[in-house]
């Protein structure tokens, strides 16, 4: 471990009990903002290195990530009224954002901050790897071990061990278990 790391480590040995939970070997670089963090709960062996902004803005929302995952610098996730879930062994890239919340736009002549937020599960699978710059959008639910190209904006459903890439992000390749290799996926 680098001295930075090691910076980071003892910075949240001595601040760990602010937050929700935070498990052993466990990391946090110097966060931009964390709003809430009692409704942070971090597992075991997480590396989250600086410049994360968390926003959990109401008594009912937290976000929740699993062991062994590793987020990379200026991480953005907003969970709103409800759980927001970040599975065991997964990979987050720098400068992504995850949500679970988004402003309605309906009402004409209406601040879009000022109408109704539409709150919509949002959830990582295991073992999936989100590319740099990516934007995950309220409601997507990402199936284990999916991999998420760069820059992506990502919405929808997507079932485990496929790739995704594209705005909007569509899925391009899926494993078959059969060949044993990742196919692409036809145009249909």
């Known amino acids: 471990m680098n001295w930075e790391k090691a910076k ?3 910075r949240t040995i001595l601040i760990k009990w602010q937050y929700g939970q935070v498990g052993s070997h466990s990391y946090i670089g110097k966060p931009l903002f964390i709003q809430n963090k009692k409704r942070l709960f971090v597992g075991t062996n997480v590396r989250i290195y600086p410049g994360m902004r968390a926003e959990m803005t ?7 990530i699993g062991d062994n995952v590793s987020i990379g610098q200026n991480f953005h996730v ?12 997964t990979t987050i890239s720098a400068n992504v954002f995850i949500s679970n919340v988004n402003h309605d736009y309906h009402e004409l002549n209406v601040h879009s901050l000022d109408q109704k937020m539409n709150v919509k599960n949002t959830e990582i699978g295991k073992y999936s790897f989100i590319g740099y710059g990516a934007v995950i959008l309220p409601g997507t639910k990402l199936g284990k ?7 992506s904006v990502v919405k929808g459903k997507f079932p485990d061990y496929c790739v995704v890439a594209g705005n909007p992000a569509r899925m ?14 036809s145009d249909e």
């Open 172 to 185: 391009i390749r899926k494993y078959n278990f059969q060949t044993k290799i990742w196919e692409n996926c």
């Open 78 to 89: 907003v969970s709103y009224d409800s759980e927001l879930y970040i599975g065991e062994n």
């Open 8 to 10: 980071w480590f003892v």
């Open 58 to 64: 109401t008594r009912n929302a937290s976000i929740r």
């Open 145 to 151: 071990q999916c991999i998420v190209g760069a820059n």
